[in-house]
T-cell receptor, first 111, second 112 residues
Framework: DAKTTQPNSMESNEEEPVHLPCNHS???????IHWYRQLPSQGPEYVIH?????VNNRMASLAIAEDRKSSTLILHRATLRDAAVYYC????????????WGAGTKLIIKP | DGGITQSPKYLFRKEGQNVTLSCEQN?????MYWYRQDPGQGLRLIYY???????QKGDIAEGYSVSREKKESFPLTVTSAQKNPTAFYLC???????????FGQGTRLTVV
């Protein structure tokens, strides 16, 4: 099974960019990388996903390494509302694209 | 507004009782999922369904049952066979495998 490695927690200052790393060295060429975030006692919220090339949307950017062994979620200007647990999740073709959840990174935003 | 609704938000159950958690979506999604989350942990898949009248076991299906009689609804029953049912339960839906999943707000089940 493909597994991901993320830092347990990270801190950032408000209004500064945040780079959340994820290692996924065992995924295959057809597996997507998804990012979700979860606030306390709420359901997860989709952030972004990609396969090979970098992706941008209104919430964030996803930079995927050329060898696909790692990726970085970029929040361009963090706000206090971005404080959450961020999950980097492989979606494996061999498992019908089921999402494989780890423990995620707890992002703390300092005012 | 389209979305996915779970009810109730909080649920208390006595040991030995079955309890059913509701999940309804009006997004016209084919795929629906049930997850369990324990404190400080990620989500673990209980059951999923990709089409009406069909569902598959996830990683931790023992002690749980589901049905998918309608596209919009995917109720989860926590049976007395589930040894440690106290947890946060999340329902999700997606239009297809591998696409963006939409989650409900969860049901927190406590066995008393």
């Amino acid at each position: 099974d493909a597994k991901t490695t993320q830092p347990n927690s990270m801190e950032s200052n408000e209004e500064e960019p945040v780079h959340l790393p994820c290692n996924h060295s065992t995924i295959s060429g057809t597996d997507y990388i998804h990012w979700y975030r979860q606030l306390p006692s709420q359901g997860p919220e989709y952030v972004i996903h990609g396969l090979t090339s970098n992706v941008n949307n209104r919430m964030a950017s996803l930079a995927i390494a050329e060898d696909r062994k790692s990726s970085t979620l970029i929040l361009h200007r963090a706000t206090l509302r971005d404080a959450a647990v961020y999950y980097c999740i492989p979606s494996l073709m061999d498992s019908n694209y089921q999402l494989i959840w780890g423990a995620g990174t707890k992002l703390i935003i300092k005012p | 507004d389209g979305g996915i609704t779970q009810s109730p938000k909080y649920l208390f159950r006595k040991e030995g009782q079955n309890v059913t958690l509701s999940c309804e979506q009006n997004l016209n999604h084919d795929a629906m999922y049930w997850y369990r989350q324990d404190p400080g942990q990620g989500l673990r898949l209980i059951y999923y369904s990709q089409i009406v009248n069909d569902f598959q076991k996830g990683d931790i299906a023992e002690g749980y049952s589901v049905s998918r009689e309608k596209k919009e609804s995917f109720p989860l029953t926590v049976t007395s066979a589930q040894k440690n049912p106290t947890a946060f339960y999340l329902c999700a839906s997606s239009s297809d495998r591998g696409t963006e999943a939409f989650f409900g707000q969860g049901t927190r089940l406590t066995v008393v």
